[in-house]
């Protein structure tokens, strides 16, 4: 059964006075549990298309339908609702809010969805990560593999439909990058999570159901 | 280069900009306008009292009028002395618009070298024969028009002694110049004729050198003083003292919340640049450079801003001259001239005090900046963690010697009154350098209560935004700094002005203890007329009347100001009117009784140094005489002092006859009887003015009040120049968390939650302001009812804490910072996207 469905996506952004297509006739299917690598150069789209599959921005055409919902036909508070309840996101860096101990911040997911009886999966998820200790620290007293951790078990706790994962170890060191990808991506399987990672490391692919590459606005298989 | 890169982020953020010059301008304007105002008036009053006085070094005078012979004998005997007779008076013009005029009448022959006005008029062919042969006046060509009435042509004036018709003989060439406008000007002769005064003068000018003056007090005989001319300008400037005291003091703290607001305005606009300068270090600019490029774009700006101000505060200056205006017309018989001064001089300090105020407010962020070393200047946590060890030191070393100079200052008798205000500042200062502790103590606090509440768990949003507090404190900082110091100067101003109310209504209930007042009505301001002896014993005589007394007053110098002194029979029912600052009530009274025994009001004995058993010289009909003061009143009705005295006493040394009566009634109830009768067998010979107490009350609480407006608009605008740079710090925030917003976003918090958290943070802000304001503006307060009042003008004011004023001030404060916070957090909901993915 498929998790999202993007067809016909056009996006354009004025630059300079002038309107460029960064998105054309885009087409994505994504089946529950898969897990989707994205490459392609810097300024390719690979943010737009994130953005739009979040539900942030709107595109200038095409539909984007997830679990059955169309999302170009939601407003913005019905982007946001649909965001919050289905949709977990793992940045490159600035994760986590500054003023949220480790805890709070993975609970806020849990509590924005009115979910805090939930809590005790988010315990399981600090402990399973090795964070337990660090629960009522603050962000900037963790180390930046700690922090990727952390945001990764935020974006997983309310148990979303898709995870969206722009480089999330892209602003780590070789050691620690591995060492967050591998427990993220064993907490991936684990959870059966679908998800669309975007990424410049050719090596990581070996370990996606599928890859593929935003050329010229559209997406090309890789492998 | 780098002035480039500078222009394109303002380029890029013109508000940063816009909110910086705002700051700057608006700092300056209320500090301009006040200048602007009080220079203007201070001159008009000046050159008001010019017009009469002219060039006269000194003056000779007497309590009421001195003998036309005295002028003659000093023409005949020491004729080397240059002199000029003169007659002063006001007058009103008929009609149905009045208009208050001070009539002056010279000696032609006599004028030269002491006014000009002669000099100035224009219009007909006027020979002294045209102003000595009738009634015959001069006047400002504006004001004739004004009144309707053209050259050659009848003006009917109202004077002390009646109504009086008058031509108008010439026409004094204003240009405009207002200070002319409430003149007219007649021959001696007529004026004295005219005013009844026939025989006699208002004084005596002279122009006398070093030493002349000791001869010329040789010479006068007893009852007629010497006074120097500019002690009589200084004399009269001083009638408004009260109101430039207002006025400067809330100069002061403009200045400071303008500064605070510079400074909060640079502070911000160097951090968002930290990354070009930190770039800049890196590839090689020195400090020294950095420097001189910061001190060139803040001149820059500073210049611009100040210019800005300068126009602002003129126009501002215009409004405040005119609320002065009002002010002055209910306090004094004739209001100065509403002459807008645009002083070079003034103009000049003020573009000065501008541009280095600014300058000195933005030395230490640019010092800070240019010191840090070049990998640390992007480090934004590094700077909060920078204003947390500053806020700690200063919390910690700087507030309790701020509040030790403070207390020294304000207890300390010989430092003045200036001193009395530099304790202020200093306890301002000490309150906002206390401001961003109390902001962390705050927000520590009300963390603890909601961490690991249920409630701060499914609101993460409330946690967020009392962390938020902390975490922006180099932003927010400064800016609930300038908000505290305004809203602590409403609760301080406001417990001021509502404690003095307080104790001047009380004294007025207790001064206004009669049940009716008598006094005959004044056709002009100032001028009392005498009540017939026969009409006193009359109206003793009224069946229902339990005391009568009668008042008398003559005006004195006492220490180099105008003193009235009263008197009364002060009978039993009156002398609860008085309330004394020590000493046994009923000793006072009974030594009151014994020969040339006086009581003095507060004022006075503070100015002066007088207590009870000390002498008072006092200048009589027949001389200086010694006068034994027995006791000290609480008294707000005059900063120069007054001294009361029994009418028995006061009828041996002078001749003034009663101008009033106070009745007390055996039964209140009777008050409409006792009036009717009063008016019955009076009112067709004597035009009457009967008072009751309680609308005597109500009218000077009108005055009262009408006194403060100007202050209340200042005030106002202290709150303004808060209020620009909460909004300038939240719109920094606002564009500092533009990550954090994406990832708001992106979790999912949604556009409401997004404005509660800035919405929020802001109210938090304004209540932790609000909070420490109220203690910060009780103590000043404190020092503005007992040391500041008590040096300006020598009364005490019992302080009254008002719970009202503090929960003004609470809401003023949140909802001031609630309202700065509705664009930023609209801004906040409102940005595009997860940048990241843009």
């Known amino acids: ?223 | 280069m780098i002035f480039r890169a500078s222009l394109r982020h303002f380029r890029h953020h013109p508000w940063q900009l816009l909110l910086l010059l705002l700051g700057i301008s608006l700092g300056v304007a209320v500090v301009a306008a006040i200048e602007i105002t009080t220079d203007s008036a201070r001159h008009s009053f000046r050159e008001a009292q010019l017009q009469i006085y002219g060039r006269a070094t000194h003056r000779i005078q007497a309590q009421q009028r001195i003998p036309e012979s005295l002028y003659v004998s000093q023409r005949r005997e020491q004729s080397h002395w240059q002199s000029a007779p003169v007659i002063s008076s006001v007058v009103k013009t008929s009609g149905d618009e009045h208009l208050l005029m001070q009539l002056i009448g010279v000696d032609p022959l006599r004028e030269q070298g002491f006014r000009n006005q002669l000099g100035r008029i224009s219009g007909s062919d006027i020979g002294f024969s045209d102003l000595q042969t009738s009634p015959a006046v001069v006047m400002a060509r504006a004001t004739a028009a004004e009144v309707g009435v053209g050259l050659n042509e009848q003006l009917t004036l109202i004077t002390a002694n009646g109504t009086q018709t008058v031509t108008l003989v010439g026409l004094l060439e204003d240009a405009g110049d207002p200070r002319l406008q409430q003149l007219l000007l007649m021959d001696i002769g007529q004026a004295q004729r005219m005013l009844g005064m026939e025989g006699y003068l208002s004084h005596i000018d002279l122009i006398l050198d070093a030493d002349e003056v000791a001869a010329v007090k040789a010479w006068l005989p007893g009852g007629v003083q010497l006074e120097v001319t500019e002690a009589a300008l200084s004399e009269r400037a001083q009638l408004a003292s009260a109101l430039y005291f207002n006025l400067q003091a809330l100069g002061l703290l403009a200045l400071v919340v303008g500064l605070f607001l510079v400074f909060s305005s640079v502070s911000f606009s160097l951090s968002q640049r930290r990354p070009i300068f930190a770039q800049l270090r890196t590839l090689g600019l020195t400090v020294n450079e950095l420097y001189r490029y910061l001190a060139m774009e803040l001149l820059l700006i500073a210049t611009v801003g100040t210019l800005a101000g300068l126009l602002l505060g003129i126009v501002l200056a215009q409004l405040l001259l005119s609320l002065m205006l009002n002010t002055l017309s209910d306090l004094y018989v004739t209001s100065p001239l509403s002459l807008l001064l645009l002083n070079p001089l003034s103009l000049g300090k003020l573009v000065l005090m501008g541009i280095g105020g600014c300058m000195l407010a933005a030395w230490k962020p640019c010092q800070q900046l240019a010191h840090v070393p070049p990998a640390s200047l992007q480090q934004r946590y590094l700077q909060e963690q920078t204003a947390l060890q500053q806020s700690r030191q200063l919390g910690r070393y700087g507030v309790p010697a701020l509040v030790f100079i403070a207390l020294v200052l304000m207890l300390w008798q010989g430092s003045g009154l200036w001193g009395a205000f530099a304790g202020i500042a200093a306890l301002l200062l000490a309150g906002a350098w206390l401001m961003p502790a109390a902001l962390t103590g705050l927000s520590h606090l009300l963390e603890r209560q909601l961490a690991g509440t249920q409630l701060a768990l499914r609101k993460p949003v409330l946690l967020m935004l009392i962390r938020d507090n902390r975490r922006n404190l180099s932003r927010t900082g400064i800016a609930a700094m300038a908000l505290m110091i305004a809203i602590s100067a409403t609760v301080g101003i406001g417990g001021m002005v509502s404690s003095f109310r307080d104790a001047v209504q009380l004294w007025l209930t207790e001064r206004l203890n009669a049940d009716l007042y008598v006094s005959q009505s004044r056709v002009l301001p100032g001028v009392r007329k005498a009540l017939p002896s026969e009409f006193i014993t009359d109206v003793a005589s009224l069946e229902g009347i339990e005391a009568v007394a009668t008042l008398r007053r003559v005006q004195l110098s006492v220490g180099g100001r105008p003193v009235n002194l009263y008197a009364s029979e002060l009978p039993q029912p009156m002398r609860p009117a008085y309330q004394f600052v020590a000493s046994d009530r009923n000793a006072i009274w009974q030594r009151l009784a014994e020969p040339d025994s006086v009581l003095i009001s507060e004022p006075l004995a503070n100015r002066m140094g007088l207590r009870a058993g000390d002498q008072l010289v006092l200048t009589t009909n027949a001389g200086e005489r010694d006068f034994s003061v027995v006791g000290v009143y609480y008294d707000y009705g005059s900063d120069s002092g007054r001294i009361l005295m029994p009418a028995t006493t006061f009828i041996r040394h002078w001749s003034e006859s009663p101008y009033g009566l106070a009745l007390y009634l055996a039964d209140s109830g009777r008050l409409d009887d006792i009036e009717q009768a009063i008016r019955e067998r009076w009112g067709g010979a004597l035009d009457l003015r009967l008072q009751r107490s309680s609308l005597l009350l109500q009218r000077s609480v009108e005055v009262f009040n009408r006194t403060f407006v100007i202050t209340d608009v200042l005030r106002l605008l202290a709150l303004v120049v808060a209020f620009v740079g909460i909004l300038s710090s939240l719109l920094a925030i606002q564009l500092e968390r533009q990550e954090e917003v994406s990832l708001l976003k992106a979790v999912g918090l949604n556009r409401l939650e997004l404005v509660s958290l800035l919405l929020g943070q802001s109210l938090l802000l304004g209540l932790g302001a609000g909070l420490l304001a109220i203690p910060v503006g009780e103590l000043l307060a404190w020092g503005l009812t007992h040391v500041v009042q008590l040096r300006a003008f020598g009364w005490s004011i019992p302080y009254q804490p008002d719970l009202a004023n503090w929960l003004t001030a609470l809401l003023l404060s949140v909802s001031a910072a609630g309202l700065a916070s509705l664009y930023p957090a609209w801004r906040f909901a409102h940005q595009r996207g997860i940048r990241r993915w843009e």
């Open chain 1, 1 to 223: 059964m498929s998790v999202l469905e993007v067809s016909g996506l056009c996006k354009c952004f004025e630059v300079a006075g002038t309107s460029q297509s960064i998105l054309q006739n885009l087409d994505l299917r994504m089946d529950r549990g898969e897990l989707l690598m994205l490459l392609g150069p810097s300024g390719s789209g690979k943010s737009s298309l994130l953005n739009l599959i979040a539900g942030v921005d709107k595109p200038d055409a095409g539909t984007i339908r997830m679990l059955g919902q169309d999302l170009t036909a939601l407003d913005e508070a019905g982007r946001t609702r649909f965001r919050r309840q289905h949709i977990g996101v793992v940045y490159q860096f600035f994760n986590l809010i500054p003023t949220l101990t480790v805890l709070e911040n993975i609970l806020l997911p849990l509590s924005l969805n009115g979910r805090l009886d939930e809590q005790p999966k988010a315990e399981a998820q600090l402990e399973a990560m090795g964070l337990t200790h660090k629960r009522n620290q603050f962000p900037e007293q963790l180390s930046g593999g700690e922090q990727q951790r952390v945001a990764i078990c935020r974006a997983l706790v309310h148990k979303p439909a898709l995870l969206l994962a722009d480089e999330p170890t892209g602003s780590l060191d070789n050691d620690t990058a591995d060492l967050v990808m591998a427990q993220m991506l064993d907490t991936l399987k684990r959870e059966k999570m679908t998800t669309i990672m975007v990424t410049h490391s050719e090596a990581l692919t070996q370990h996606a159901d599928r890859v593929l590459r935003l050329h010229r606005g559209r997406l090309e298989q890789v492998s």
